[in-house]
C-alpha cells in the first residue's frame, strides 16, 4: 500500500525549533520530488516547501524561506522539514505530499499523509 | 507568484445537480492544473491532473476543461459523498499555489 506518514507535530513555543517527519512506503521514494504543504484550520491549503528526487532542487514559500529547511533521506525513505524560528502563524496541520509524476519540482500530488498539526504558541 | 481565484467562494446544490466550479490562474499555466477534494478532518484527495486527466478510482461523474487561465470542475450528478471542498493547484512553475477553495454544501 502507498502510503505517507508525518510525524513530530506538538506544541512549540514561538522562536522555538520543531523538525517534522514523513515516512513513505509503497512506492519507490527516490524516483519522486515531495512536498510539504500545510493547513491553517479552516482555511486554505498553501505549498510550503518541496525538494527534487536527490535533492538538489529545494523550493520554498516566501512564508518560510530562511527559517525552514527541507531535506531526505532516500536510504530510509524518509522525508523532513526543519522548522527553526516559529511564529504562531506557523500553527497548521503540516501534510507531506507527493508528486504525482516525475523527480523535480513543480507537479501535481497524488498521495497526502494524515497531517501532523503544529500549534506554536506560548 | 502566480495567483488562483476560485469561484463561487460557497455552493449550495441538491443531489443529482449539476455543479461547476470555476478557477483562474493570473496568468497562463498551460495544463498545469490539478483539483482536490477535502472532507472536514481529512487530507486532500486528488480528484484530476493536467487540468482534465481523471486520478485513477474518480469517478467518472467528475470532470475538468481549460487551458490558459481559465479552468473549470464539473460534477454530472451530485452525490452526497460529493459535499465537500474543492481546491485547485497550479504546478506550472516550481512554486505551487492553490485557489482558495469552494465549499460544496447541500442545499
Known amino acids: 500500500e502507498v502510503q505517507l506518514v508525518e510525524s513530530g507535530g506538538g506544541l512549540v513555543q514561538p522562536g522555538r525549533s520543531l523538525r517534522l517527519s514523513c515516512a513513505a512506503s509503497?512506492?519507490?521514494?527516490?524516483?519522486?520530488?515531495m512536498n510539504w504543504v500545510r493547513q491553517v484550520p479552516g482555511k486554505g491549503l498553501e505549498w510550503v516547501s518541496g525538494?527534487?528526487?536527490?535533492?538538489?532542487?529545494?523550493g520554498y514559500a516566501d512564508s518560510v524561506k530562511g527559517r525552514f529547511t527541507i531535506s531526505r533521506d532516500n536510504a530510509r525513505n524518509s522525508l523532513y522539514l526543519q522548522m527553526n524560528s516559529l511564529r504562531p502563524e506557523d500553527t497548521a496541520f503540516y501534510y507531506c505530499a507527493k508528486a504525482r509524476a516525475g523527480a523535480g519540482l513543480g507537479n501535481a500530488f497524488d498521495i497526502w499523509g494524515q497531517g501532523t498539526m503544529v500549534i506554536v504558541s506560548s | 507568484d502566480i495567483q488562483m481565484t476560485q469561484s463561487p467562494f460557497t455552493l449550495s446544490a441538491s443531489v443529482g445537480d449539476r455543479v461547476t466550479i470555476t478557477c483562474r490562474a493570473s496568468?497562463?499555466?498551460?495544463?498545469?492544473l490539478a483539483w482536490y477534494q477535502q472532507k472536514p478532518g481529512k487530507a486532500p484527495k486528488p480528484l484530476i491532473y493536467q487540468a482534465s486527466s481523471l486520478e485513477s478510482g474518480v469517478p467518472s461523474r467528475f470532470s475538468g476543461s481549460g487551458s490558459g487561465t481559465e479552468f473549470t470542475l464539473t460534477i454530472s450528478s451530485l452525490q452526497p459523498d460529493d459535499f465537500a471542498t474543492y481546491y485547485c493547484q497550479q504546478y506550472n512553475t516550481y512554486f505551487p499555489t492553490f485557489g482558495q477553495g469552494t465549499k460544496v454544501e447541500i442545499k
Open positions: 496568468q497562463s499555466i498551460s495544463i498545469w
Open positions: 509503497g512506492f519507490i521514494f527516490d524516483d519522486y520530488a
Open positions: 525538494i527534487s528526487w536527490n535533492s538538489r532542487s529545494l
